[in-house]
């Protein structure tokens, strides 16, 4: 087979290009990092980041906040700038945890593993970040012997000489299922206890921070991220989106603490089901972070999104249009409904033909046709679509609404909108749509003034 030296070399523009957009570039991103861009710099007024930043630089004593959005939309992105806001701006200390580290995603959630998770995350980003290690094992060592001695949970065994204690539990509630089933199951009935331990640890903690800075009101901030990535699989779906309304609604007030402020990330599909939930859980507006606006309500295209777009790749690859024509790069944002995950592989597998294309033919561009099995590629992973769901799509397309027809339809939205088929933008007010290269696949379903 013909090959290309070049293409092995770190200078190749097209190695260079494609490796902007995978790896560490795919991963959250801190604001002040080269490959940043702020999506929503020209409306501040609607950076729902910047909301949240007001609300928490003026809440006192403690309070809750949620945060929801797609996952691969840049949101683990924006909550590092939040973040840094609250250091920044408002003298905060601020810890940032990823709960997919802690959780098992597709299982059912309960108070008592849920709490026991996010106090974990809080002990590993306390004893990485600060010198309260002595605080935090003292939790730990009060943990262990409430739910070995009292609770009596055969295997809860901790290292607590060991470092990386808290860790190591992690990876046990994420990966042992059997362990997590133990821990809710034994926990049933000492709920209360655990709660009450948990705020204990709390309030030490952001004592001892306020009295290691030599500031009585320190604000202290918890950013929860990524249990908006909690999904039903296969039969528990059911069981696992009601598990998650009950935990962020029925057992909202556990989900405070004493003198510290969270955001919790919580699923999209949350909000179809359990209504008016910011009041119930920190009397709050829930806030949305949105795709890039590459598309207008009537299906026009955003020139201003788009552009934003184009941005984002000559942030990481200048020469870009060497590789790519902008007027392809516009296609395939388009195509990507504003969703920067999807955005990125598009780009990437453009690359990836390019450069098979030239071991063949050392000359070659990028060509529409090379564009089009692209693009047929993401379509492919999207589908097939059962009738009923073209059906409910369709509906969605037409009325930019993710209504939930009935309580029992939830599993399928859940997964409408785990899956990327629906998307959620701000123009003025939230609106849905379904995956841009999905519209042709339910368009026979569209009302007839809809098919246009």
């Known amino acids: 087979m013909p090959t290309n030296p070049s293409a092995n070399s770190e200078t190749d523009p097209l190695r260079q290009l494609y490796k902007s957009l995978t790896g560490r570039g795919a991963l959250p991103l801190d604001p002040d990092d080269p490959y940043y861009v702020r999506i929503l710099q020209k409306t501040p007024e609607k950076d729902p980041i910047l909301m949240l930043w007001q609300r928490l630089d003026w809440s006192e004593a403690e309070s809750v906040h949620l945060l929801t959005g797609f996952r691969g939309n840049g949101k683990s992105t924006e909550l590092r700038r939040l973040k840094a806001l609250l250091e920044r701006q408002s003298g905060a200390r601020v810890f940032l945890v990823n709960m997919a580290d802690f959780l098992l995603m597709t299982k059912p959630l309960e108070l008592s593993d849920f709490v026991l998770s996010l106090m974990t995350a809080l ?222 592989r598009l780009v990437g597998e453009c690359v990836i033909a390019l450069r098979t294309a030239r071991l063949a033919a050392p000359t070659a561009s990028l060509s529409e046709e090379m564009l089009k099995r692209v693009e047929e590629q993401l379509r492919n992973e999207l589908l097939p679509i059962a009738e009923e769901d073209a059906r409910w799509l369709a509906r969605i397309h037409a009325s930019k609404e993710a209504s939930l027809p009935t309580t029992e339809a939830l599993p399928a939205l859940a997964r409408f909108l785990d899956g990327n088929l629906i998307m959620n933008y701000l123009n003025g007010e939230p609106w849905y749509d379904v995956h841009p290269l999905l519209v042709d696949e339910i368009r026979r379903f569209l009302p007839t003034e809809g098919r246009s």
């Not at 949970?153 to 046990?172: S, T, V, Y």
């Not at 919580?266 to 949105?290: C, D, E, F, K, M």
């Open 123 to 344: 002990g590993q980003a306390v004893e990485r970040e600060t010198t309260l290690t002595a605080l935090t094992h003292s939790y730990w060592e009060r943990l262990q012997r409430f739910l070995t001695s009292e609770v009596k949970i055969e295997g809860f065994e901790l290292d607590l000489q060991a470092a990386d204690a808290p860790a190591k539990l992690g990876l046990r509630l994420k990966n042992e299922p059997d362990f997590k089933q133990r821990i809710q199951q034994h926990l049933r009935g000492h709920l209360s206890r655990l709660i009450a331990d948990a705020q204990d640890y709390v309030v030490s903690l952001v004592t001892a921070l306020r009295n290691e800075a030599g500031n009585p009101d320190l604000k202290v901030v918890l950013l929860v991220d990524s249990v908006e990535q909690i999904r039903g699989v296969g039969t528990e779906a059911g069981e696992v989106h009601d598990s998650v309304v009950d935990l962020f609604s029925g057992q909202a007030a556990s989900l405070a603490f004493p003198l510290l402020h969270l955001v919790y990330t919580i699923p999209p599909y949350l909000l179809a089901l359990a209504q008016n939930l910011g009041r119930t859980l920190g009397g709050h507006p829930v806030v949305s972070w949105p795709n890039v606006h590459v598309r207008s309500r009537d299906g026009a295209e955003d020139d201003a999104g788009l552009a934003i777009m184009e941005t984002i790749i000559d942030k990481r690859h200048g020469n870009w249009r060497d590789i790519v024509p902008p007027a392809m790069l516009r296609q395939l944002a388009i195509c990507s409904g504003g969703d920067l995950r999807d955005f990125f």
